[in-house]
Structure formats: structure tokens, C-alpha cells
């Protein structure tokens, strides 16, 4: 058994979560996570499809002293998730590594959590491609398999090209397309057999 719990934590991360519909919390209806971090002490993931409206990269820069982000650079900022919301996450392209702190997630994407790439990004010295997320998504050990099994999430494999995909409303759909289901067919009851 214990093999298998380990099996489920090694294969959650760098996969994608999609809420199902029904989840239960506004936060995370439609919403997409890509999982940076999941042991057996509880999960990280930071959700890239869900723009906040009331905040802009350069607004972040100004705010923080750090100059005019580059404009190859998106200037959306996401809302990672409700946890420290006044703490920036950026997942960005893999040719650019921190100088000070970063980790790949996946194939062609890292995470950096220092204000180093946001200053790089606004001296126009940053990544290629980029993604900053304000908060994130966390479990305690063990929830995020749990709201698994009571059908709260799938998951299916991540990509960079995905992760950097400009147009964040229909994230949700194209993940579920990676599964091959169509988001029509959905419900928002579970059942069990």
C-alpha cells in the first residue's frame, strides 16, 4: 500500500490538476494548477489560468522599485491561489535560471519565488517567457489525495508550451481535451458504483 501512496506523490508532480465542476470553492471553480512541489509533507501548485483583473506586471515593478517590466513579457499577472497572496511566484522559460533560487518543474519550465527575476524581467534581462502568480494553491499532507478520490481533481501531463499559453480562458478546456474529455459531458455530481 505504501509503495503505491508513494507511486501517487512522485507521478503529481509537474502534472497538471483540473477542477472538476463541483469542487466546492469559488477559488478554484474552472481552475487549472500546475504542481510545482508535492511530497508526502503536502502539495505546492500555482494556478495559470485565472488573470487578476486589478493588477499588471508593470503595477508589481513600479510597486517594488525594480523600473518598466519588458514588453516580451506578458504583462498578466495570475491569481496562484489563496495562500500568502502577497507573496509573487514566476514560472518562466528554463534558458533563464536565477541567480539566486529556482527549480524545474518540468521540461522547459522553472519556478523562482526571489525578486531577482522580476527585476531581470524589468531590465529586460529575464526569461523569454514568463508567468507570475500571486499566492498559491496548498495541501497538508495527504488532502490533495483525498480531494482526488472524492473526484475534486484529474490530472494529466504538463508542457511548457501549455504552461506559457497566452490565452488563459480556455486553459481549462484544453486541459480537459488532453484527457480526451469533452467539458460538455461533465457533471457536477459525483458518483460512486
Known sequence: MSGEINQSIDELAGKLLIAMPGIGD?????????????????????????????????????????GTPDLAVSGEVYFGGPVEMGRGFVLHSSEYISGIASHKVIEGVRLSGTLDVLEDIAQGRGPLQALLALGYAGWGAGQLEGEILQNGWLSVEADADFVFSPDADSKWSRALGKLGIDPLMLSADAGHA
Open 26 to 66: 469559488p477559488r478554484f471553480e474552472r481552475a487549472v494548477i500546475l504542481v510545482c512541489e508535492h511530497s508526502d509533507e503536502g502539495t505546492m501548485g500555482l494556478i495559470i489560468n485565472k488573470v487578476a483583473q486589478e493588477v499588471r506586471l508593470s503595477d508589481v515593478t513600479e510597486q517594488l522599485e525594480l
